[in-house]
């Protein structure tokens, strides 16, 4: 199996850190793991120090501050890159995302896709629990999305995905610019645009039991206008390398 590095930002997640990463190490016993803490007050990092000392090849980097999911990913992909991983896997630490789906994302890297998304908006997926509200808001974000974008994607907005390494080479990583969930977004957004081959594998969004959502307005309101600019500005634009 090549290098595969499984990132996990995290803000206050002390209620869930321990059993994310027990789950995530029997999911993918050989994967690396790194925690990108945002200085959680409630001890996130520490607790995912010591629970990493016990089952090794966990790494907690400490950030100053809270900046944003973007910018967390960003740091954490140009750390993977240099240390030469091969596949790079972003994933919630709230147990929203179910680990043991991991083999199913790397399968369809094998298989020869370019960016593969954990999606709950193709057959096969759900969203358990989900009040009516919050279902209509997610899949007009994402309708919204596709119809501006035009990937093909049905859950942009996906979190939970493996990127070979050369994925983010080619679409350069380091210059997108969303600093909240947009990122999603705009990767996939760029992988599509760069011609390469997105798969969607089906899964359960579990939302989280323990903590609180770290989506607002203001996130979904970048969101938003980061799509329309992007929809706008190349609707008629030939699509380039990245």
Known sequence: MPGVLIITPTFQEALNIEEFLRRARAAMPDADILVVDDNSPD??????????????????????????????????????????????????ADLSHDPTVLPELMAALDAGADLAIGSRYVPGGSIPHWPWHRRALSKYGNGYTGFMLRTGVRDATAGYRAYPAATLRRIDYATTRSKGYGFQIETAYRVARAGGRIVEVPIAFTDRVRGASKMSLAVMTEEMALVSWWGVRDRFRRPAGV
């Open 43 to 92: 001890g996130t990092a520490d607790l995912a120090d010591r629970i990493g000392a016990e089952l090794g090849r966990v790494e907690v980097l400490r950030r100053p501050a809270k900046a944003g999911l973007g910018n967390a990913y960003r740091a954490a992909f140009t750390i993977g890159l240099a240390r030469g991983y091969d596949v790079l896997v972003q994933i919630d």
